[in-house]
């Protein structure tokens, strides 16, 4: 077969339908990065060119391809206790106002997303466990999504490398890690206690069954949406959250910039967004 090329016109085609079925939208400074992709799935797919990739990704019945394809164009770059002051603005303020609002020994759920490899949600875990007094008196549930369904795998399997972990304290490391030749894999009870999920943020039919969460954490997930898409994303979320539930954004997002539903809440740790507990 002939080098594969893709032309401006198939890059602009593509990041169209890339933006519609997941609400990431890339940069003509993506270029490479997409094209190099694009490229390795049509070599390996047998097909002829671009034209014939992209009629078998528009229209096969199944979503394969387009899986295959979404998990090589999403990044996953992350580590463990990544902006932990957010962490200690849970434990010290957001869910001392949320317990004051519930029955004693009720149920708190979490949502991560993205999940990426999995160091969020386990770092959430890890500091509940090592910090919040509450962690004995109420039932947490720690459930984290992602669209890439490799990356889950990962999540799943636990195992990190030295870089992931380079942050956490030693005695964390051997409490609740053991190690697997060069890496360090998660212990099992902390690979039970998180659920991972296949999530879409832009297909209302993924995310409709996800209610009734006090936190969520969506921390630099947004960067790489754009207005439309990020206020989708915050309708999404509030549909998500119980009245007075709380949402982490990234350093350097901000939901002010796009969506009015939530109140600005600023703690000593972080500012946070909070749903209304008059909400609709």
């Not at 164009?73 to 002051?85: G, L, P």
């Not at 993924?206 to 206020?231: G, M, Q």
Request: negative net charge; charged residues 30%; glycine residues 4%.
């Amino acid at each position: 077969m002939a080098a594969t090329s893709i032309s401006e016109s198939d890059f602009e085609k593509f990041r169209e339908f890339f933006y519609r079925k997941t609400g990431i939208q890339f940069e003509p400074s993506k270029r490479y990065f997409v094209d190099k992709r694009l490229v390795e799935r049509i070599e390996l797919t047998n097909s002829d060119n671009f034209r014939t990739y992209f009629t078998k990704l528009r229209f096969e019945v199944s979503g394969e391809e387009l899986q295959h394809l979404t998990n090589l164009m999403t990044v996953n770059e992350t580590y463990f206790f990544r902006e932990e002051y957010q962490f200690q603005c849970m434990v010290n303020s957001i869910l001392p106002d949320i317990i004051s609002r519930k029955i004693d020994g009720s149920r708190i759920r979490i949502w991560v997303i993205p999940s990426s490899s999995g160091e969020e949600p386990y770092s959430i875990a890890i500091y509940l466990l090592e910090n919040w007094a509450g962690i004995n008196d109420w039932d947490i549930e720690i459930v984290s999504s992602d669209i890439d369904t490799k990356i889950l795998a990962q999540a799943r399997q636990g195992l990190y490398s030295q870089r992931s972990v380079q942050h956490l304290p030693e005695m964390l490391l051997r409490k609740y890690f053991k190690r697997s030749a060069a890496d360090y894999q998660i212990c099992d009870n902390l690979r039970e206690a998180v659920e991972f999920t296949r999530v879409n943020l832009s297909e209302r039919e993924d995310t409709r069954a996800y209610r009734d969460f006090d936190v969520i954490f969506c921390r630099n997930l947004l960067i790489y949406f754009d207005d439309v898409s990020r206020k989708t994303a915050a309708e999404t979320f509030y549909d998500a959250l119980k009245p007075g539930g709380y949402i982490c954004l990234g350093h350097s997002e901000s939901m002010s910039r796009f969506s009015s539903l939530y109140k600005v809440r600023k703690f000593p740790e972080a500012i946070v967004y909070q749903k209304p507990l008059e909400a609709r």
